[in-house]
């Protein structure tokens, strides 16, 4: 499970209690308090999330993060 607050993308892994615990992707930069993200899509080895200004792509194999930035003007 993935999830998005506050700015921050999150893995959710069970412990050994089977309780969930959220688990902050250290290479996805805090995006801000203040930023909505309100997609996920994960597909083959990419994690793509939104924003109302945004989009990002989360490579699993190389822990890259790819940033494209919204231009009303394109």
């Given at each position: 499970i993935w999830v998005g607050n506050?700015?921050?993308i999150y893995k959710i892994i069970p412990n050994r209690n089977n309780n969930l615990l959220p688990q902050a992707i250290s290479e996805i930069p805090n995006l801000g308090p203040a930023l909505f993200i309100s997609t996920i899509l994960i597909k083959e080895?990419?994690?793509?999330?939104g924003t109302e200004n945004a989009l990002f792509r989360y490579n699993l194999s190389d822990k890259s993060?790819?940033?494209y930035i919204y231009n009303p003007a394109d």
């Open positions: 506050n700015g921050s080895n990419l994690i793509w999330f993060t790819k940033h």
